[in-house]
């Protein structure tokens, strides 16, 4: 019997990171998500004696997250990015007070999506910060059936038994979210393995950045490149604006150390900063990195030092 038992934990266990995946894309949040996943997985432990197996466990397992994920989303208003929410400041402007991290779509690192590394290949684009700020304009529901549809390859008529729907109910909300999607006009940043160009860039990138060589650092963006910095409501693009904030508010940033991680299927680095007593460099920011046409497009820096312990990454460094 404690084999059998052992035996169906671990197989909740093994779908863990694929919930993720799909929590995170519903949800817009690495920690919504976890919270999410933990709740579905207790929740189907708790229900296994009533498992039929009508249909598989993985499907059974989806209909229960699925419907965490929409109790969640229940009045809650959507996350989104600094840039589709607030119009551009210039670098003279003072910078303005914090708004709640909840607001915004927060980045995820790819291993908790995936435990596969070539299924994370695949689908990176389908976890971009853009795309995924994009499902967010999709009702719940919508939003559900895309996922499972477009990205997780469903059949529609799973995906009708799973939201205990009809064919036709399913082929329309994916129509309608299809067009809010093209709507939206997302960005369609490029995704995927990185060219040997494409890693020199971001090493010239992380050595203009550690040594503080802001010439040299703008000089590898487009000439409408831009950064955003949750939880500031706030994004600025430019050259000139971008050169006036990293002499600027930004010189704070001044000999901070970069490790590279993994997030969201793009080039990505954990920004420490000097302590205030200089003695360490304690963690400051996630930064997510779009890159097309062998220039940064756009930095994204995420502010919040719980994403490091997220991310695996340690508390200070020497």
């Not at 909740?12 to 976890?34: I, K, N, Q, V």
């Not at 208003?77 to 708004?99: G, H, I, Q, W, Y």
């Not at 909300?173 to 369609?188: G, K, N, S, Y």
Request: contains cysteine; negative net charge; aromatic residues 8%.
């Amino acid at each position: 019997m404690t084999t059998a038992v052992d035996g169906r934990m671990d197989q909740l266990e093994e779908l863990r990171p694929e919930l993720t995946g799909y929590c995170y894309r519903m949800l817009g949040s690495t920690f919504d998500a976890d919270d999410a996943v933990q709740d579905t997985i207790v929740r189907a432990w708790q229900a296994m004696p009533e498992f039929e197996g009508r249909s598989s466990l993985r499907s059974w397992v989806y209909r229960i997250a699925t419907n965490v994920c929409l109790d969640s989303l229940r009045g809650r208003k959507r996350r989104a990015l600094p840039t589709d929410m607030f119009e551009p400041v210039s670098s003279a402007a003072p910078l303005p007070d914090t708004v709640p991290h909840e607001i915004f779509v927060e980045p995820v690192p790819d291993a908790a999506i995936n435990s596969d590394p070539a299924d994370v290949a695949v689908r990176q684009e389908s976890v971009r910060l853009a795309f995924v700020a994009a499902l967010q304009h999709l009702p719940p529901k919508q939003r559900a059936v895309l996922i499972l549809r477009e990205v997780l390859n469903w059949q529609a008529a799973e995906v009708a038994d799973l939201l205990q729907t009809s064919v036709a109910s399913v082929n329309s909300a994916l129509q309608r979210a299809r067009a809010t999607l093209t709507v939206t006009d997302v960005e369609r940043s490029r995704s995927g393995s990185l060219d040997p160009s494409e890693r020199e860039l971001l090493a010239r990138y992380v050595a203009a950045f550690e040594s503080y060589d802001i010439d040299r650092l703008v000089g590898l963006l487009h000439e409408d490149g831009s950064i955003s910095m949750p939880p500031y409501p706030m994004w600025m693009f430019g050259a000139d604006n971008l050169k006036g904030f990293y002499l600027g508010v930004g010189a704070a940033c001044r000999g901070s150390k970069m490790i590279p991680v993994a997030a969201n299927g793009m080039p990505a680095f954990a920004q420490y900063k000097p302590s205030e007593t200089g003695s360490a460099f304690v963690p400051w920011a996630i930064q997510v990195l779009e890159v097309r046409d062998g220039r940064i497009t756009h930095i994204h820096h995420f502010l919040d030092p719980r994403l490091f312990e997220r991310f695996g990454l340690p508390a200070s460094l020497d």
